[in-house]
């Protein structure tokens, strides 16, 4: 049981370290004018409105998903990138 807990913690403290580091990449690029992609915001700020028009409003976190099935259905359609130029 201990174990687990150190191995969780662990998890835990690698994750926070990985958003720490993406914040601060996402951070700077802002600062650098630079174009974020929309997945370190989606990472970042999941329920910031990403997109608003006629139609209604949309999260990044939306946005991530939607975008995220797409490729699954392209890939699904077209194969698998290594089969496809093989």
């Given at each position: 049981?201990?174990?687990?807990?150190?191995?969780?913690k662990?998890?835990?403290?690698?994750?926070?370290g990985?958003?720490?580091?993406?914040?601060r990449?996402?951070?700077?690029?802002?600062?650098?004018?630079?174009?974020?992609?929309?997945?370190?915001?989606?990472m970042?700020?999941?329920?910031?409105?990403?997109?608003?028009?006629?139609?209604?409003?949309?999260t990044?976190?939306?946005?991530?998903?939607?975008?995220?099935?797409?490729?699954?259905?392209?890939?699904?359609?077209?194969?698998?990138?290594?089969?496809?130029?093989?």
């Open positions: 049981m201990l174990l687990l807990r150190r191995c969780h662990l998890k835990l403290s690698a994750l926070d990985f958003i720490e580091k993406l914040r990449s996402f951070e700077e690029e802002e600062r650098s004018n630079l174009v974020v992609p929309t997945f370190k915001k989606a970042l700020y999941p329920d910031e409105i990403a997109v608003k028009d006629i139609n209604g409003e949309y990044y976190f939306q946005l991530y998903m939607s975008a995220k099935r797409l490729a699954i259905q392209i890939s699904n359609i077209c194969g698998k990138r290594e089969t496809y130029f093989r």
